[in-house]
T-cell receptor, first 114, second 109 residues
Framework: IAGITQAPTSQILAAGRRMTLRCTQD?????MYWYRQDLGLGLRLIHY???????GKGEVPDGYSVSRANTDDFPLTLASAVPSQTSVYFC?????????????FGPGTRLTVL | GQNIDQPTEMTATEGAIVQINCTYQ??????LFWYQQHAGEAPTFLSY??LDGLEEKGRFSSFLSRSKGYSYLLLKELQMKDSASYLC??????????WGAGTKLIIKP
C-alpha cells in the first residue's frame, strides 16, 4: 500500500441497508477524516479522528458512525442508508490533527442509495 | 456564518495566465489552502498561506490578504492538464477546515 486507499470504489445500495466504507493509510499519520462531496457544495466533514482511539463529529455527522481502533484504519458506517447519503466520500489523513497540516486524500468512494 | 466564495467556473486559453479568486468570512483564521482536483479524482495539495503576501511555486502562485479576507491562485503558462477544479479552504479558529465549492477551470487550445 502506498498512501491512502479506500474501498469499495463505487457501490449501489438499497435504502435501509447497512454499509461500511473502508479507509486505510500507511503513512503513520495521526489524524484521519471523512468527507462527502456533493455537486455545487464544498467538501463537508462528517467525522474525524485526531489520533487512534479518539473520534469527533464534523459538520454533517448524522446517520454516520466511525471508529479508530488503530492508526491505519478509519472505517465509516452508514447504519441505515437513505437516498440523501448518495455522494462521493473521501477519506483523508494528515500528520497532525489541527487542520493546518496538509491533508492527503484517498481516491474516493462513489455511493448511490436507491 | 462561515462562508467561502469562489467563482463556479472559469475558461482560459492554453499558454495564458489565469487568476482564481477566493474570499472568505470565517470565525478566526489559521491559514488558507488551495487544492487541485481533476474530474473523478481526489483533491491534491497545491499551497498553504498563513501570512500575507505572495508565495510562488513553479507555475503556480498563491496570494493572501488577511485584512481583506481574500486570496487568489495564479496559474501561469497554462497547460491542458491544468483543466481541473481548484478548491479553496480556510482553517478557522477551531482548527476546522471550511471548504469552498471549488472553481472549475476549463483550458481551451
Amino acid at each position: 500500500i502506498a498512501g491512502i486507499t479506500q474501498a469499495p470504489t463505487s457501490q449501489i445500495l438499497a435504502a435501509g441497508r447497512r454499509m461500511t466504507l473502508r479507509c486505510t493509510q500507511d503513512m503513520r499519520h495521526n489524524a484521519m477524516y471523512w468527507y462527502r462531496q456533493d455537486l455545487g457544495l464544498g467538501l463537508r466533514l462528517i467525522h474525524y479522528s485526531n489520533t487512534a482511539g479518539t473520534t469527533g463529529k464534523g459538520e454533517v455527522p448524522d446517520g454516520y458512525s466511525v471508529s479508530r481502533a488503530n492508526t491505519d484504519d478509519f472505517p465509516l458506517t452508514l447504519a441505515s442508508a437513505v437516498p440523501s447519503q448518495t455522494s462521493v466520500y473521501f477519506c483523508a489523513s494528515s500528520l497532525a490533527g489541527d487542520s493546518t497540516d496538509t491533508q492527503y486524500f484517498g481516491p474516493g468512494t462513489r455511493l448511490t442509495v436507491l | 456564518g462561515q462562508n467561502i466564495d469562489q467563482p463556479t467556473e472559469m475558461t482560459a486559453t492554453e499558454g495564458a495566465i489565469v487568476q482564481i479568486n477566493c474570499t472568505y468570512q470565517t470565525s478566526g483564521f489559521n491559514g488558507l489552502f488551495w487544492y487541485q482536483q481533476h474530474a473523478g479524482e481526489a483533491p491534491t495539495f497545491l499551497s498553504y498561506n498563513v501570512l500575507d503576501g505572495l508565495e510562488e511555486k513553479g507555475r503556480f502562485s498563491s496570494f493572501l490578504s488577511r485584512s481583506k479576507g481574500y486570496s487568489y491562485l495564479l496559474l501561469k503558462e497554462l497547460q491542458m492538464k491544468d483543466s481541473a477544479s481548484y478548491l479553496c479552504a480556510v482553517c478557522d479558529s477551531n482548527y476546522q477546515l471550511i471548504w469552498g465549492a471549488g472553481t472549475k477551470l476549463i483550458i481551451k487550445p
